[in-house]
Nanobody, 120 residues
C-alpha cells in the first residue's frame, strides 16, 4: 500500500504565495519522479512541475519563473513553492509519484488533491 497526502492549499490573493507539500508513505523502495498536476473546472488535468530523484526539474510554461518544485528524498516528500499567483492558477492540485514498492512493483500513485484558489 502506498499513500500520498498533500497539504498547504487554500485561498490567496493575486500576487500572493502558497507552499504545497506531499508526503509519500507505505511500502516504498524508491521514488523515481515526483510531480504536481492541477485540474481546473471544465479542464483536463495538466502537469505543473516534476522532479526526478536526481533533482532534475521540468515545468509547464505557464508557471516557469513563478513556481519552484523541490524534494526531500530522505522524507519521501515533494514541495511546490508558488509565488506571484494568478487567478488562472486556481485548481485542484494533485501530487503524483512514479515509484517502486518493496515488492518491486512499479506504481504510479496519486494524492487526493488540495484546492488552491486565487481570488481577491
Amino acid at each position: 500500500q502506498v499513500q500520498l497526502v498533500e497539504s498547504g492549499g487554500g485561498l490567496v490573493q493575486p500576487g500572493g504565495s502558497l507552499r504545497l507539500s506531499c508526503v509519500a508513505s507505505g511500502s516504498i523502495r524508491s521514488i523515481f519522479v515526483m510531480g504536481w498536476y492541477r485540474q481546473a473546472p471544465g479542464k483536463e488535468r495538466e502537469l505543473v512541475a516534476s522532479i526526478t530523484s536526481a533533482s532534475s526539474t521540468n515545468y509547464a510554461d505557464s508557471v516557469k519563473g513563478r513556481f519552484t518544485i523541490s524534494r526531500d528524498n530522505a522524507k519521501n516528500t515533494v514541495y511546490l513553492q508558488m509565488n506571484s499567483l494568478k487567478p488562472e492558477d486556481t485548481a485542484v492540485y494533485y501530487c503524483n509519484a512514479d515509484l517502486l514498492t518493496m515488492n518491486y512493483a512499479r506504481v504510479n500513485a496519486w494524492g487526493q488533491g488540495t484546492q488552491v484558489t486565487v481570488s481577491s
